[in-house]
Each structure stands twice: as C-alpha cells, then as structure tokens.
C-alpha cells in the first residue's frame, strides 16, 4: 500500500547537502517564500560556538560526552565526524513534524546525508554546489571564521562530496544567488505535488460532484 490512509500527508524529509561556505543558509533564507510551513532541523554538535551562534537556535552544543550518550541511546537520526568534531541529527523533532504533515529540512554533510537515505529512502535529496572550488575558498577565507587549517580540511572534504553529487536527487549551483533560490524553490514547489503524496481523504475530495 502506498498510498496514505488518513486525511493528512506525511512531511516530506528534504536532505540539503553541501560544502560550508557554499551558501546553504543564504540560499535557504532567499528561498523562504517556498519555505513557508518547513520545519528546520537544529543539529546537535560538538564544534565550539562561533560569533554569533545561539545555542538551541543554530545548533545543540554539546560535550562530547553528552554527544555520544545521545548516540548511544539511539536518538540521532544520523551523525558524522566533520573536521574533528562530531554533528548529527535528533530524530524526535523530525519525526514529530513529519508526522504531523509538516515538511523537514536537514542541512547536513554527505556521510551523514548518506545514513538519512538509507534509514528514510523517500528522502529528497539536494545538493548545492558551488560554482568551483577557488570560489568556495575564497568564501571561506572571505568568512573569516575558521584557522587555515580547518579551511583546508573544509575544502578537502567539499572536493570528496562533489564526487559523490549522482548520488543526489538534485543540484542547484549556488553561483549567482536569485536564479540559485529559484531553482530550489522549484525543487521544494515540484516535490510537494507529487501525486503519490495525495490522502484518501484529498482524493475523494477531487471525486465530490
Ligand atoms: P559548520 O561547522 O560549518 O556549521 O558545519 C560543517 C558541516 O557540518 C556542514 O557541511 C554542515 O552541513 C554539516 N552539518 C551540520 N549539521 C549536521 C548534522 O546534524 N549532521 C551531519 N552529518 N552534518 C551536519
């Protein structure tokens, strides 16, 4: 059976994978007006905070114990090392919203976008790319946030997930930022009229006469 039962759709689990610095949340913000109803996902990790950064708002800082007790308990839908430091998903807020109809964006980085597919095969796979690697270095560097060391880890690690980019649903090239945030709107717009997604209960609203 595929179709769903109840009167409600299930959300729709969209993975956005992409190096950072490659514009993932400029990209996100531009693209808000498609965003409208979609619940972000708030990572868990144990990098230290940058400027700026509210815990609980753009990440669950964490020790890495408390980390990996919460690993150990099952309750990340997915985690990875990145540069050093550990990031993953909590699977309750996810669930909850899908659950609930509401459709869920993660942001996260390619191995960890790779257990979401395979734990939630329906998952919509994004990848935001950048226009080339120089580019992506320039953003870095122009961010000023990390020591050149990570940067190069960074960029290692943005060349690995490039070469993985079949693997993805999508691809949008972050290069100039409108046409980019219409491209994603029209994934997000596409995705959400899949027919296979309609309810019993909006199909027989179709059939009243
Ligand atoms: P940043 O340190 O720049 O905030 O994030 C570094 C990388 O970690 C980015 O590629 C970002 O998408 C990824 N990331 C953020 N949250 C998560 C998460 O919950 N799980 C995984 N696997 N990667 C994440």
Redesign the pocket.
Known sequence: MTEPLHGRRRGILFVM?????VG?GTLREAASDALEDVVF?I???T?PRREGEVDGVH?HFLDRAEFERRVAEGSML???V??G?L???PAGAVDAALADGRDVL????L???R?VKRARPEAVMLFIAPPSLAELERRLRGRGTDPEAKIQK?LA?ARDEIRALREFDYVVVNDVLEPAAATFRAILTAERARARLLSDVQIAAFLRE
Request: net charge negative; charged share 30%.
């Open positions: 994978t992409g190096a950072s610095g993932k996902s990572s868990a990790t990098r990440y997915e985690h990875a990145y540069v430091d990031y993953g998903t993660l942001e996260i980085e191995d960890g976008a257990q960074r690690r």
